[in-house]
């Protein structure tokens, strides 16, 4: 199994895991399960942050309205140094509270950007210059966004989680389903097109196909396997989603401290069905108003900056 595609799901499973143990057991669950996690904190003197002064007539947000955090996936080949690469994908989840939904964004890698003391480059090569602390201050300068939350995946594998949940539903294309059994192993092939479930290994291996369709294709799927997988482990129980989460929060590094979300805890755990029938996955900056640019012979993707703001303060900040 490729290393590079493990990390894809896990940051998949992550996401799930924060989403819903928040939903099915409270705030002792995810103290308990965050423990297990690396604390690494953040200078949050030097994210990029633009301080602006509120309105008079507008109400602040309250601390525990939203949850909002990046996940990172670095494409390290070394898995004992979750820093020696860029971050290979790059998703921002919003837990909306008052809205009672979830907003998933993703960030295409090759998105054309100012780094920090670096200039105009690929917004995943923050990530390689200065870890989660240029990578989340790039992203809020250059978009106008107050992240200040990560977590990020310094491991892979683990395909068997999604084994132990029976697998996946996804709808896939002929072309999909060539591109799976080109890469498994006989075992694993899959008979044809249409709605299919699919387990570990055949997840894994689409949840990395940018061949069919192009880099913007593959984080639609990494979202729809997402979205799938958290219907599926929704109708498992607590001890079952403690089972799951255990095996890999201990290969993890964050710097939230959930202890300010106790109170949004018990008020997800009580409306989880309808968290999970508001689901919103995006791609930001959008390839409607995004283009293709060769720099130097070399990949970027160029976009209307403007644009991505309007999208974010739809998406990130529900304006």
């Given at each position: ?71 990172f996936g670095s494409d390290s080949r070394d ?241």
């Open positions: 199994m490729d290393k590079k595609q493990g990390k894809v799901w896990i940051i998949l499973l992550i996401i799930l895991i924060v989403i819903l143990g928040c939903i099915f057991a409270g705030y002792l669950f995810i103290k308990s399960k965050f423990d297990k996690m690396t604390y690494k904190p953040l200078d949050e003197a030097d994210l990029g942050i633009e301080t602006v002064e509120e309105e008079p007539e507008k109400p602040k947000v309250q601390v525990d309205d939203k949850i909002k955090f990046v996940i898995t004992d140094n979750s820093y020696a690469g860029r971050s290979d994908t790059i998703i921002i989840v919003v837990i909306d509270n008052v809205n009672k939904g979830i907003n998933l964004i993703s960030i295409p890698r090759d998105t054309y950007v100012n780094v920090p003391d670096y200039g105009m480059t690929k917004i995943n090569h923050a990530y390689a210059y200065g870890q989660e602390q240029l990578s989340i201050k790039t992203i809020n300068s250059y978009f106008g966004l107050d992240l200040t939350q990560y977590i990020t995946v310094d491991f892979s594998g683990l395909v068997s989680s999604i084994d132990r949940v029976g697998g996946v539903d996804i709808t896939l294309d002929q072309d999909e389903v060539n591109f799976i059994n080109q890469r498994v192993s006989a075992e694993n092939q899959i008979a044809g097109p249409g709605t299919v479930t699919l387990n570990g290994t055949q997840a894994l291996v689409h949840s990395r196909n940018r061949y069919v369709g192009n880099d913007f294709t593959r984080a639609s799927r990494q979202r729809a396997i997402l979205i799938a997988l958290m219907n599926k482990v929704s109708k498992l129980s607590v001890d079952e989603i403690l089972d799951l989460s255990d095996d890999i929060l201990v290969n993890l590094t964050t710097n939230m401290d959930i202890n300010k979300y106790r109170e949004m805890f018990v008020e997800v755990a009580s409306d989880r069905q309808e968290y999970l029938n508001n689901i919103n996955s995006v791609q930001i900056p959008s390839t409607d108003y995004g283009y293709d640019m060769m720099l130097d012979g070399i990949y970027y993707f160029g976009f209307d900056l403007d644009r991505a703001k309007q999208d974010f303060n739809t998406y990130y900040y529900g304006k």
